[in-house]
């Protein structure tokens, strides 16, 4: 399966994004996908995460501001981000698994098997 991730940009700390990840096939079957970040010198994160059945987990970092959906009808999953700061500023990767993860495995990057090419987030403060 292949993933596209698009929808990055420039934006003011404050303002809002939609970042979209079109999968190459039917998503219905599709345990679980993810959002991921990468700041520069930083390690890769879990932003967040959502099953087949719609239950969405969110890092602690992002809880509150950032909601994660998909859109089956579409094969499309989506971030909406929204009270941006400068500490969001990132590439942002959308990912999933063969197998379904829960708990702390849904943390570990190296368990996804499929990723998308990364969207730049920046925000300007």
């Known amino acids: 399966v292949q993933l596209q991730a698009s929808g990055g940009g420039l934006v003011q700390a404050g303002g809002s994004l939609r970042l979209s990840c079109a999968f190459s096939?039917?998503?219905?079957?599709?345990?679980?996908m993810a959002w991921y970040r990468q700041a520069p010198g930083k390690q890769r994160e879990l932003v967040a995460s959502i099953t087949s059945g719609g239950r969405a987990l969110y890092s602690d970092s992002v809880k509150g501001r950032f909601t994660i959906s998909r859109d089956n009808a579409k094969n499309t999953m989506y971030l909406q981000m929204n009270s941006l700061k400068a500490e969001d500023t990132a590439f942002y990767y959308c990912?999933?698994?063969?197998?379904?993860?829960?708990?702390?495995?849904?943390?570990?990057?190296?368990?996804?098997?499929?990723w998308g090419q990364g969207t730049l987030v920046t925000v300007s403060s």
């Open positions: 096939r039917n998503i219905f079957d599709i345990s679980v």
């Open positions: 990912t999933t698994s063969r197998v379904n993860l829960s708990g702390p495995e849904l943390l570990v990057d190296a368990l996804y098997d499929y």
